[in-house]
Antibody
């Protein structure tokens, strides 16, 4: 079965750090772009970051640049999101997703993990 | 960059058709044929329904179709069913390997 399974998340104080993990199975993980998308409570989806298959290129939404880092370990079929200097507005459910191999759509999604930033 | 513009809500009766619009700019929807649509039921992860404006992934019913004209993309759902009631989001490639989502539309099946 093709799937992405997420771990990490939780409650953190403003200014703190958190690392999210996402492990793929059932497909050739190293052949696909990986993506993080978030959704604040009651709000819309927001694209956060992308990483190429070989980790050569990474892209971020402006609001997280310099604070979040996306990375991957293809040997472990995993992608990560290191979140530093967290703010209240980063509170959201974070989803990892796979970008379709030859097309622009996110066709496999993780189950989501909640990140709450509060004192 | 602002989110793509979608109506906050649409509704229809079982068997009817509804169309959800998604308006962007000449920097995203208007210039790239890379619009995708997602269905999200409460408390669950989004599901890809349409990609590259008009294409359906395997397993998505042909009641779902996509189109685009200028800066506006559209998702049409025909033969509405109760299970179609969900939130729908459009997403466009915005260049430089970045993406932008719409504000979401709540579909109510009356």
């Amino acid at each position: 079965e093709v799937q992405l399974v997420q771990s990490g998340g939780g409650l953190v104080q403003p200014g703190g750090s958190l690392r999210l993990s996402c492990e793929g199975s059932g497909f050739a993980f190293r052949s696909f772009w990986a993506t993080w998308v978030r959704q604040a409570p009651g709000k819309a989806l927001e694209w956060v970051a992308n990483i190429k298959q070989d980790e050569s290129d990474k892209y971020y939404v402006d609001s997280v640049k310099g604070r979040f880092t996306i990375s991957r370990e293809n040997a472990k079929n995993s992608v990560y999101l290191q979140m530093n200097s967290l703010r209240a507005e980063d509170t959201a459910v974070y989803y990892c997703a796979r970008k379709g191999g030859s097309y622009f759509g996110f066709d496999v999604w993780g189950q989501g993990t909640m990140v709450s930033v509060s004192s | 960059q602002s989110a793509l513009t979608q109506p906050r809500s649409v509704s229809g009766s079982p068997g009817q058709s509804v169309t959800i619009s998604c308006t962007g700019t000449t920097s995203d929807v208007g210039v790239y044929n890379y619009v995708s649509w997602y269905q999200q039921h409460p408390g669950t992860a989004p599901k890809l329904m349409i990609y590259d404006v008009t294409k359906r992934p395997s397993g998505v019913p042909d009641r779902f179709s996509g189109s685009k004209s200028g800066n506006t993309a559209s998702l049409t759902i025909s033969g509405l069913q109760a299970d179609d009631e969900a939130d729908y989001y459009c997403c466009s490639y915005a260049g430089g390997y970045t993406f932008i989502f719409g504000g979401g539309t709540k579909l109510t099946v009356l």
